[in-house]
């Protein structure tokens, strides 16, 4: 029996953790439960993939290549803001400076995968980081770039604010969903993409503002990503079904793996 497929995941980064969680001046990285759980429910495993640069005088000893060469995939989660100066430009405000560290390894496991042929799949600012790594740029905050957006983003709500999206004809999510364009998604996302990446195509929109939610890219290589949380919709009724969506993915992983 073939062992499952080994899914990578991209850390979340905390470096400067409150004091009350008794970390004091250490860097935490970790991922959201909901996103290792989506994956496992298709019997993958999902490992971590812990940045490699410490920050101090030394320098681990495993490369970016080395982890690519060991896992099927790599989902890029979500999390904090893409820095602006990651696509050429100055933060507008400080709370939009994002996080440059995670962006430079972020953009160095996409760019490995590529080269190994290994499927990417990204979510939220997964699909900004793509974007961006491949010469795109982003709206640093959508109701400031483009006041006549709907709400993209809730305080309150959070994981339950939606809003409808339109699958594009002839994509490889019209292939994924069938006939019926028109799904109900959710919306955690205050960022979005401004100019599209180079070899990237758009796949979905928001049905009201034309915000770009999702998009794929050209090539053999298999990378798409969604502006909503695939993994948050997985028991959530009259939200789109998230499971085409993995399993998709997941079939990339197992024909490069053979």
């Known amino acids: ?33 909901s996103i290792a759980h989506w994956i496992m429910r298709r019997h993958a495993l999902a490992f971590m993939l812990p940045s490699i640069e410490t920050g101090g005088m030394e320098r681990s000893s495993v490369r970016v290549r080395d982890y690519v060469a060991e896992i099927d995939g790599l989902v890029l989660q979500g999390g904090a803001d893409v820095s602006p100066t990651s696509y050429g430009e100055t933060p507008l405000r400080p ?18 995968c590529v080269v190994q042929g290994r499927p990417v799949l990204g979510i939220c600012r997964g699909l900004q980081l793509i974007n ?32 409808p ?10 292939r994924l969903y069938g006939d019926n364009p028109e799904h109900l998604v959710s919306s955690i996302h205050h960022q979005a993409i401004k100019r599209l990446g180079r070899d990237l195509t758009v796949e979905a929109i928001s049905e009201s503002d034309g915000i770009i939610e999702a ?44």
């Open 1 to 33: 029996m073939s062992r499952p497929l080994r899914i990578g995941l991209s850390p979340r980064i905390l470096h400067h953790p409150p004091a009350e969680l008794g970390f004091r001046n250490k860097t935490l990285q970790y991922l959201e439960q």
């Open 165 to 174: 999206i339109h699958i594009e004809t002839n994509s490889g999510l019209a």
């Open 95 to 112: 709370e939009w400076s994002g996080d440059r560290v995670r962006d430079l390894y972020e953009i160095d496991l996409f760019w490995e």
């Open 215 to 258: 998009i794929r890219m050209r090539g053999e290589c298999y990378v798409t990503g969604f502006q909503w949380h695939p993994e948050f919709h997985a028991d959530t009724t009259g939200l789109l079904d998230s499971g085409p969506i993995l399993e998709d993915f997941l079939a990339a992983a197992r024909k490069q793996r053979t």
């Open 132 to 163: 961006v790594a491949l010469g795109g740029s982003l709206h640093q905050d959508i109701a400031t770039d483009y006041p006549d957006a709907i709400p993209h983003v809730d305080q309150a709500l959070y994981d339950r604010h939606r809003h």
